[in-house]
């Protein structure tokens, strides 16, 4: 097993840190003769790179990607395909400052992966934290990339819910408003909110954390496996694999703790194309298989660890120090998380997707018929 890899028919594996010549990741299980150009990655990548607006970190990256395997120009087609042999994906970093991180070369900044990394290698690339760096996402938003090409009927996306303690007005939700604000918010009135709360916690040298939520629609009944396969723990799994996460929940989450069992079902209907579900509740997912319903989920980050303020730690020597985190450092991760949370989602429904036409041949069974849909 490796560390570095996730999925199990379409397989990715990241490689890189935040202040070497590059990052990239490997795909391994795409399906052949699926179009794929650097262009059809890189607009998934402008979502997510750094240098974008005073709340995010200055780091200037381009984030270009290169396919240096796993295509062929077709001349039936007359276009870049896919060949079904590993998919490998380079992004070159252009904008690393080492320097910036002299001070944390022997003490453990709090709250950060610096100190476990020593603990478990015995040694640590404090550069930008390493493989542990928020950089090493772009490789993974690459690799949803491909993953959206195997899945064109689902539509995923994700939003901003909350920043500190500010949330979103639910009954103002509106998916189009995240493509028009820097903070992917699906509300219009929050954003001068979420403004203001950010720009006392940059001129402060701190740091706050976020909520996000993302949405697949389009996902047909049937995908997952029962207990050891279910589809909520692997997406769960995923979300949680992300830098700065500390929280995953499925559908009603945490919420359906305090409600009755028929507050909690989602009651179901025959509509004219199958069974429709009258709430979501289950976030699209029971018994660890899709519903047909869109599958939900909401993933909290942490406050990022690189502060201004001086904090009490130890080095590596055991002595105890005060440290104060210079660098280029965003001071909310989740406003750039929407586009890695996308991803994750669509590896991983991509893995079901195959995984599920391995083994039934693709459909779905429908109550009142005999045969697959």
């Known amino acids: 097993m490796s560390h570095n890899s996730f999925g199990h028919l379409f397989r990715v594996t990241t490689w890189g840190e935040s202040h070497g010549p590059a990052l990239g990741c490997v795909v391994d299980g795409c399906p052949p003769g699926i179009k794929l150009t650097p262009k059809l990655i890189q607009v998934w990548l402008d979502k997510r790179k750094p240098g974008q607006g005073k709340f995010v970190t200055q ?213 004219k194309d199958g069974p429709e579900f009258t709430s979501n509740h289950a976030g699209g997912i029971l018994g660890g298989i899709s519903t047909g319903a869109p599958v939900v989920a909401r993933v909290a980050f942490k406050p990022t660890s690189s502060i201004l303020t001086p904090r009490d730690t130890i080095n590596e020597a055991g002595e105890s120090v005060h440290l104060r985190t210079k660098g280029r450092h965003d001071p909310c991760v989740g406003i750039r998380g929407a586009p890695v949370v996308e991803a994750m989602t669509a590896c991983v429904l991509a893995d079901a997707y195959l995984r599920h036409r391995a083994q039934t041949g693709g459909g779905a069974f429908m109550p009142g018929k005999t045969s697959r849909r």
């Open 59 to 271: 780091r200037q990256e381009p984030d270009a990607v290169k396919i240096l395997s796993g295509v062929f120009e077709d001349a039936r087609t007359m276009g870049m395909v896919t060949t079904g042999t590993p998919i490998l994906l380079m992004i070159e970093n252009t904008d690393q400052r080492s320097k910036d991180y002299g001070e944390i070369a022997e003490a453990f900044r709090p709250g950060h992966a610096d100190y476990t990394y020593f603990a478990k290698y015995g040694v640590r690339d404090y550069r930008g934290g390493g493989r542990s760096s928020a950089r090493e996402t772009a490789a993974r938003v690459a690799a949803g990339a491909i993953a959206r090409l195997i899945l064109p009927e689902v539509k995923i996306r994700a939003a901003v819910v909350q920043i500190g303690p500010h949330k979103i007005n639910r009954s103002k939700f509106n998916w189009a408003q995240t493509q028009k604000n820097p903070f992917w918010a699906p509300d219009a009135s929050i954003v001068p909110v979420w403004e203001k709360h950010l720009e006392e916690v940059r001129k402060a040298g701190s740091s706050t954390g976020a909520i996000i939520e993302v949405e697949a629609s389009g996902v047909p009944a049937g995908w997952g496996a029962p207990l050891y396969g279910k589809l909520d723990g692997e997406l769960a799994a995923a979300l949680m694999s992300i830098n700065a996460a500390k929280g995953v929940e499925i559908g009603a989450g945490f919420d359906s703790a305090a409600w009755s069992g028929e507050q909690n079902a989602d009651e179901m209907i025959m509509g």
